[in-house]
């Protein structure tokens, strides 16, 4: 109960931060996106993991209005940057189940990108398998997201139960290969050629495809060998505060 008025009483005085992981084209090495991931700075516990209030703030619905205010820091963020100079890159925003479901949801991102002044093209909202079991409900969604011109991932792509039939009938863009599947892609033939399949797989529907997790040169070397259009993973970098990720803007696009 605490944590969940602490909640609250943070989102109130702006304890909440981004950190912001670089995604990178494999062909050119450039970065070509960046997630924003959430960071909650608590004034007695410090730095509290995502993992610590995500699922709890999924529980009691405050996952909206944080969502809400990820979302419009995340473009004012990319907004900013663009603003300043940096390379124009797709910002990668997670979306939870209870955003997800909201009725106006593409009203409200239409609000936050006129608001901020960032094209559409250069949001990127990330959603999980799970979250597109009722098809019907997804695809409408999907269709209105994709309207406003905005880019859509499906995230953790592999975990979930959903049938493969979707990934015709949705309007998406890009696979995130789960990083479960990453991590062993050199050791476990099974998981090898998941990862091969899915990155086949997504080519052949015209999708993009970037792996998570990547931490090691002979993943990179098996991602690159079966063509993976993108990677991300403390390979390269890890989630990093603003000021690192302008420093990665400013010198590797
Ligand atoms: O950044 P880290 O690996 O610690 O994140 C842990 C989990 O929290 C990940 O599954 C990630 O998707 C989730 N997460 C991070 N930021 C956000 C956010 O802004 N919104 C939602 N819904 N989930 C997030
Ligand atoms: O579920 P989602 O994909 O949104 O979660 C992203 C999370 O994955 C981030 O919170 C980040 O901390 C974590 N992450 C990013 N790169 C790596 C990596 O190379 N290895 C591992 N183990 N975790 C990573
Ligand atoms: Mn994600
Ligand atoms: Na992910």
Known sequence: ??????????????EFILHYQPQIRMETGHIVGAEALIRWMHPEKGLVPPGMFIPLAEENGLIVPLGEWVLEEACRQNKAWQDAGLPHIPISVNLSMRQFLLQNLNEKVGQVLRKTG?????????ITESMTMDVEYTSNCLMELRE?????S???????????SYLKDFSINRLKIDRSFVRNINEDPSAAAIVASIISM?????????????ESEDQVHFLKEHSCDEI????????????????????YC
């Open 1 to 14: 109960l605490t944590l969940q008025h602490d909640l609250r009483k943070g989102m109130l005085n702006g």
């Open 148 to 152: 406003l011109g905005v880019g859509i």
């Open 118 to 126: 960032l094209e559409a093209k250069y949001l990127d909202l990330e």
């Open 232 to 251: 991300q993973g403390y390979y390269y970098s890890p989630p990093v505060p603003v000021q690192e990720i302008e420093q990665l803007l400013t010198g």
């Open 202 to 214: 997504a080519h052949h529907l015209n999708l993009q495809v970037i792996a998570e997790g990547v």
């Open 154 to 164: 499906i995230d953790d792509f592999g975990t979930g139960y959903s049938s493969f």
